[in-house]
């Protein structure tokens, strides 16, 4: 009872900060991971490589797949209920409260100065996949050798698809679940 108790709790304040979506409850998921040792950095990646590739919202996703590891089925709800909670108590405030405060120009620029938090919150998030994704420090630690530190089957398979992306006008336009099942076929193939 006591660890659902704590996974509500530990996703209820996560959602109270997710501000800006999913990846923006990133830093506070990498702190719960060091806090309670539910579960690693590269499960953290993990979970971030399927919720980026499943329906749903990242957040959403990430909360019921630790619910599930550390609580099974309850605890997957439970945990899911944690983190969106904050949000539909918050959106329920501010629908009653809409019509009142539309016009005001302090609410107007309280959510103008939430953008940039939520911005820097994201590329925080993005900075650290990033880093689990093509960084091998512990490699880099073991041989000392300077070429050990970047997983170089990551960085080209990144490079091939921001070429893909953005150079290549036959594949420019595809639809981005091409180049997620393509990067997955890679990865069980290469990697």
């Known amino acids: 009872m006591i660890l659902y108790l704590r996974l509500f709790w530990e996703f209820f304040k996560t959602g109270l900060f997710a501000v800006g979506g999913g990846l923006a409850t990133l830093p506070f998921i990498y702190d719960m991971s060091d806090r309670t040792g539910w579960f690693t950095y590269q499960q953290i990646a993990d979970m971030i490589a399927v919720s980026e590739s499943t329906p749903g919202p990242i957040g959403v996703n990430t909360a019921t797949y630790v619910g599930y590891i ?14 969106v909670t904050p949000a539909v108590i918050i959106i329920l ?33 993005g900075f650290s996949v990033v880093i689990l994704a093509l960084v091998r420090e512990d490699a880099f630690k073991t041989s000392g050798n300077i070429l ?17 992306t953005n150079l290549v006008k036959k594949t420019k336009d595809l639809h981005p679940i091409v180049f997620i099942a393509a990067s997955a076929v890679v990865g069980i193939l290469v990697f």
């Open 70 to 83: 550390t609580g099974g089925l309850p605890g997957s709800i439970i945990a899911t209920l944690g983190l």
């Open 93 to 125: 405030i501010i629908a009653s409260c809409l019509k009142k405060f539309r016009e005001n120009r302090f609410v107007d620029h309280a959510f103008y100065g939430l953008r940039p938090a939520s911005a820097g919150l994201i590329a925080a998030a």
């Open 148 to 164: 050990d530190l970047f997983s170089w089957k990551g960085l080209a398979l990144a490079a091939v698809i921001w070429v893909l």
